[in-house]
């Protein structure tokens, strides 16, 4: 830094600090601290209004009510599952990427696989309503069509979250360095050997930093298993039916807190393996 | 070098993939031009026919005027904001500059429907406003920053501060050296930040759908709400094409600045 006066330079840091950080608090925190607080109220039965008066009805029932375990379960469940298919879609593609393909095969390879990114969310999971009708594309292809429910719900979010599985993969095979892997080769180990011994030590982090991103996305989506899904309830539609049909909005957010909770023990067991620092 | 073999197999399952990650869009593309109003495949025929039934759609021109009001008020405040936390984060050295980080990254880490309903909590419960487009603004604008923040962060870091440095020693002010050195050289990563900040906000369903209230809709809205409806059909295929088809200007426009996409999306 220049070497201003010190007075000088707190006062730019406030005012360059000062409206991020307001805007943040207020808006986000406030809002977070309102929703923690609103799982605490109530609503008349009269007229359906918020009544700010303190009660834990609406989180005992979240915690007892056998319907909203099994929801939960189903949803963390759905959110794994994708997190381990986009983990095997990408790795040998990744493994492709880094060190098969020629350069400019793998630059043309990086904006294949992130150019869908950029593609509307909702017309990608609108794209597999079209392939997995009844009379669809893939049924006339194959004969066969899971048609609309869970298993379609997990292709869906595989399909819509894999790019965020691939790039940070694809970074973690780039920084093994090829001489690791000739000197393994070279010593006498197959390739499965040299794989699972010396490139997925280095490889993991990676596949970790995308499973944030995969099981966090998944975990709070209501969208693509309304399109897709059928009759499959997941957390997301659950806590939407709250808000919007059942006009229960401190349900809704004592509901809320169950994603909210699974990602940051996420976040928490991710920490371990490094994953935070190649997001 | 791994053995012939494993490229072949890796090569094949690369290929794979492709496929499963295009077809879909390239389906997309070809029902817009399907004569049939359902999605059984083969197409019956070629027709041109709803491209004009869309154009004709009044509530789809309404719900994108409002997308790209939402998109254009969120990425300017976005852009200003973002801008003064990644210069506080990457330029000073003060206690809590993790805790700032980290706050400015939380609302996209956080599952969307959680911003979504604490946002609606705050607004209805709390404050009493009248959901609308300003709502969804500041919904918008709070998830936003962060990638203009991520992109100008990681600008700075690799500028460096000799350049700034040189300016002061030669009697530059601090206004005259970013204005004249270090804007110019942010000016990429401030582009592809707010390129991608509009098409964050322009996509958006979740947030929107619970800080909207029921009578305004964004272009995503109003996808939704009619995706369901079998006449509607032939409309949603042609606006889900041109979607999947304008898709392509962001990716060009972020190569053409000699930004990364993928550095710039992820």
Redo the contacts between chains.
């Keep these: 830094m220049p070497a201003a006066p010190r007075l000088r330079h707190r006062a730019t840091l406030a005012v360059l600090l000062v409206p991020p950080l307001a805007w943040l608090i207020v808006a986000y925190l406030g809002s977070l601290a309102v929703l923690l607080v609103s799982a605490f109220w109530s609503r008349s039965g009269f007229t359906g209004a918020v009544v700010h008066t303190f009660t834990t009805d609406n989180l005992v029932r979240v915690a007892t009510s056998e319907v909203f375990r099994t929801t939960t379960l189903r949803t963390v469940g759905v959110a794994l599952l994708v997190t381990v298919v986009c983990a095997v879609l990408a790795v040998p593609l990744a493994l492709y990427m880094a060190k098969v393909a020629s350069p400019a095969v793998r630059v043309a390879l990086v904006v294949a696989v992130t150019t869908p990114l950029w593609a509307s969310y909702l017309v990608k999971a609108y794209a597999w309503r079209m392939l997995l009708s009844p009379e669809g594309p893939l049924h006339w292809a194959t004969g066969y069509s899971p048609g609309y429910g869970l298993a379609a719900t997990v292709v869906t979010l595989t399909y819509l979250w894999l790019p965020y599985m691939v790039i940070p993969v694809f970074a973690a095979f780039q920084r093994v360095p090829d001489a690791l892997v000739d000197a393994s080769a070279d010593l006498g180990a197959k390739d499965l050997t040299t794989l699972r011994l010396v490139v997925a030590p280095m490889v993991f982090p990676g596949i970790a930093a995308g499973s944030i991103f995969t099981f966090s996305l998944s975990l709070g989506d209501y969208i693509a298993v309304t399109i897709v899904g059928g009759k499959t309830q997941l957390l997301g539609n659950v806590i939407y039916g709250q808000l919007v049909t059942a006009n229960n909005q401190p349900m809704a957010a004592a509901l809320s807190l169950i994603p909210l909770a699974a990602i940051l023990l996420y976040l928490f067991a991710m920490r371990r393996t490094g994953a935070l620092e190649n997001v | ?3 012939s ?3 072949e ?3 094949a ?2 290929v794979l ?2 496929v ?6 390239a ?2 593309v070809v ?1 817009a031009f399907n004569s049939s109003k ?5 197409p019956s025929g070629f027709t041109l026919r709803w491209w004009r039934t869309a154009l004709a759609s009044e509530g789809m021109w309404t719900a994108l005027g409002n997308s790209v009001v939402v998109g254009l008020a969120a990425t300017a ?1 976005a852009l ?3 801008t ?2 990644a ?2 984060v990457q ?2 050295d ?1 206690f809590g500059r993790q805790a ?1 980080n980290l ?2 990254v ?2 996209i ?7 979504g ?6 607004f ?3 404050l009493g406003v009248t959901l609308g487009l300003a709502t969804v603004i ?1 919904g918008h ?2 998830f936003c ?1 962060v990638v203009v923040f991520n992109n100008t962060q990681a600008r700075l870091r690799r500028l460096g ?1 000799s350049l ?2 040189a300016s ?2 030669l009697g530059a002010s ?1 206004w005259q ?1 970013f204005r004249f050195v270090t804007l110019p050289m942010m000016r990429g990563a401030l582009v592809a930040g707010a390129i991608l900040a509009f ?1 964050l906000s322009f ?1 958006e ?2 947030v929107t ?2 800080t909207a209230g029921p009578t305004v809709q964004t272009l ?1 809205i109003w ?2 709400g009619n ?1 369901f409806r079998p006449n509607q059909a032939p409309v ?1 295929n042609v606006v ?1 094409a041109a ?2 088809l304008i ?2 200007v ?2 060009w426009l972020t ?1 053409r600045m000699g930004g ?3 550095g710039t ?2």
């Design positions: 070098m791994l053995s073999r494993m490229r197999a890796t090569r399952w690369a993939v492709l499963f990650v295009y077809a879909p869009l389906l997309v029902n359902t999605f059984a495949f083969p405040l200003v904001l973002g003064m936390a210069f506080a330029r000073y003060f700032v706050l400015v939380l609302p880490t956080l599952p969307g429907i959680v911003t309903i604490a946002l609606n909590a705050t209805t419960s709390a500041v604008a709070t920053i501060t700034e440095d002061a020693d601090s050296t098409a996509d369903v979740v759908t619970f995503p996808i939704f995706l949603i889900a979607l999947t898709a392509i962001p990716v190569q990364d996409p993928a999306r992820v």
